[in-house]
Structure formats: structure tokens, C-alpha cells
């Protein structure tokens, strides 16, 4: 019965990522607007990971990325998942996969990022009035003049927000995550933090925090 369960599901698979160059593929199955029940192909041996979501639209399909992020010598696996999007919304989530020599050959063993919006709870100090943002990160910090964007003060939040803008790249092999800050719903974007992570203590950390105000602002 396990075996005709597995065989059905395999049936009902598309190919959501592909290295063609690492003979690494991503499987997963479609369900209600979203890509479930992912199988990664390396090499012939394969792996399961039944707690990856993603949404089904082909547009924000998994991104694989194979790259030495944490300058071992060797290509890391960095799977970026899209959970979410909309107008003005993105979130997305990183697995970082590790290549681990078994009896079975190869295979990627996954390992913990620090999740992004904890790090700025721990890091970063934010203030909102009518009239300017504060952006404190350690000693540095970011004044904006907000009463320039020509948003009504009653729009304003009650403090910058980061709910709406996650999102994680590989920038000249170093894993980041881009946090959007907004002041309004409604066009009062003003910056980004950037989260440059590093491997140390079996773990992706933090190695360094910034915002970078938008130009228009």
C-alpha cells in the first residue's frame, strides 16, 4: 500500500528546479495553489522534504542556487522558497544544504539559518512619529524625514513595519536577507536592511546588519 502511495505521488510530480551541472533536480506535487510533498534528486539518491511550501504560481517557482557560501571549497545547495506575494508583498524562506559523504553516496543535510526577523527584534532599535523614521543599528543610526512623502500622518503605522518584504539572495557567495521597512501600506516604503549571514557554530548567523535608505526617499 506504501509503495502504491509513493508510486501515485510520484505520478502527480513536476519538476519545480533543476542543476544540471551538480545532477541535482527539485520535485514536488501541485495542490491547492501550492507546490507540496518536495523530493530532491542528487545523483540518483533522494531525499524527502514534506514540510516545504511554496506557491504554485510558475513565476515565484523555488530558486536553486549552487554556490560555496561559507568558503569551504565546496558548492552549498540554497534552496529559496516563495510562501507568499501579492501586490507590494513578498515572503520567502532559505534551506541551506550541506553535502555529506554516506554509504549511500551523497547526500545534502540541512542546516539552520537564523531566522531574519528575529535578528532585527535583536539588533535593531526603530522609532515612527509624524514627521521622521530612526533607524538604530548598534551606534549607527538612519534619520528620515517622512513628512516629505506626502502621506497623510493618520497612514502612518505606529512604527516601521518589516511584515511585508522578505526575500534572500546569494551576493558574491555570501547569503543575504533583504527586509523591506515601510512607514505606511500605501507608498511609504523607505529602505531595506540587509542580513549578511556567516557559517559559524553549525548555523548561518548573522555577520553584519545595515539598512540602505531608498533613493527616492
Do not use: C
Not at 98 to 116: M, Q, S
Not at 119 to 135: D, Y
Amino acid at each position: 500500500m506504501d509503495n502504491e502511495i509513493s508510486r501515485q505521488n510520484q505520478s502527480n510530480e513536476k519538476v519545480v528546479g533543476k542543476l544540471p551541472e551538480a545532477k541535482i533536480a527539485l520535485f514536488a506535487n501541485e495542490s491547492e495553489g501550492y507546490l507540496q510533498k518536495f523530493r530532491l534528486e542528487v545523483n540518483g539518491v533522494t531525499q524527502h522534504f514534506p514540510f516545504w511550501i511554496n506557491v504554485s504560481n510558475e513565476a515565484y517557482w523555488p530558486q536553486l542556487i549552487y554556490k560555496d557560501i561559507n568558503q569551504d571549497g565546496e558548492n552549498e545547495l540554497i534552496v529559496i522558497l516563495t510562501r507568499g506575494y501579492g501586490t507590494g508583498v513578498v515572503n520567502q524562506e532559505v534551506h541551506v544544504l550541506h553535502k555529506t559523504e554516506t554509504n549511500f553516496g551523497n547526500v545534502y543535510r540541512e542546516i539552520l539559518v537564523d531566522n531574519p526577523m528575529a535578528i532585527l527584534l535583536k539588533n535593531v532599535k526603530t522609532e515612527l512619529t509624524k514627521s521622521h523614521a530612526l533607524i538604530t543599528i548598534g551606534h549607527h543610526k538612519t534619520e528620515i524625514e517622512i513628512d516629505k512623502l506626502g502621506i497623510e500622518p493618520r497612514k502612518f503605522f505606529s512604527d516601521i513595519t518589516t511584515a511585508n518584504l522578505l526575500r534572500f539572495e546569494v551576493i558574491e557567495n555570501k547569503l543575504m536577507a533583504i527586509i523591506g521597512a515601510q512607514v505606511s501600506p500605501v507608498g511609504g516604503y523607505i529602505g531595506s536592511f540587509h542580513i549578511t549571514y556567516e557559517y559559524k557554530n553549525d548555523l548561518y548567523e548573522a555577520k553584519k546588519i545595515e539598512f540602505i535608505q531608498d533613493s527616492n526617499v
